[in-house]
T-cell receptor, first 115, second 113 residues
């Protein structure tokens, strides 16, 4: 696609529920990143994929968070047993990592609200 | 450890004034890249500029200019003759050799007409 697409744009859920957030990167971009942005803060790194594998998942806060990218394109961020502290905007970005430029192109984000 | 500090949380200027947004970074890598992103009220982060650690030449693009000084680990961003459309949150970021991007906490710029 022309840009990075994220769905849903808004998600309201109740504490304890399971949530999936989807990211469709720019076609051909091999690298995909997930960030979390809380109000008034900068994007906080969660996980980064090169192709299908997670190259760095050191930013995932705990084992309730998991992300997959089974075919090296679309990625899904999964959050189990959501907590109120998980409320944030979840940003996805992609890049052509081997181009030398590796500039992140961001999606509009998925705003998660946990009640 | 990698770290990006944007000490200015909020700045307000009157239209047509010049404004400089500060960015200080920390890294042990000798090869790294620095970025500025703009986040308008719509929320989508927009790439503005990328510099690598070996290129300290300042850059000008229209009303925007960037001053990179390795000696002070700073990568400051100046907007000349600010306009209302410049109102946004601006983020400085560092990318290391591991391809991880580290963002500062952002500076919220308000340009008053």
């Amino acid at each position: 696609g022309a840009g990075v697409s994220q769905t849903p744009s808004n998600k309201v859920t109740e504490k304890g529920k399971y949530v999936e957030l989807r990211c469709d990167p720019i076609s051909g971009h091999t690298a995909l990143y997930w960030y979390r942005q809380s109000l008034g803060q900068g994007p906080e790194f969660l996980i980064y994929f090169q192709g299908t594998g997670a190259a760095d998942d050191s930013g995932l806060p705990n084992d309730r968070f998991f992300a997959v990218r089974p075919e090296g394109s679309v990625s899904t961020l999964k959050i189990q047993r959501t907590e109120r502290g998980d409320s944030a905007v979840y940003l996805c970005a992609s890049s052509l990592i081997f181009s030398g430029a590796n500039v992140l192109t961001f999606g509009a984000g998925s705003r998660l609200t946990v009640l | 450890a990698q770290k990006v500090t944007q000490a200015q949380t909020e700045i307000s200027v009157v239209e047509k004034e010049d404004v400089t947004l500060d960015c200080v970074y920390e890294t042990r890598d000798t090869t790294y890249y620095l970025f500025w992103y703009k986040q308008p009220p719509s929320g989508e982060l927009v790439f503005l500029i990328r510099r690598n650690s070996f290129d300290e030449q300042n850059e000008i693009s229209g009303r925007y200019s960037w001053n990179f000084q390795k000696s002070t680990s700073s990568f400051n961003f100046t907007i000349t003759a600010s306009q209302v459309v410049d109102s946004a949150v601006y983020f400085c970021a560092l990318r290391n050799t591991g391809n991880q991007f580290y963002f500062g906490t952002g500076t919220s710029l308000t340009v008053i007409p």
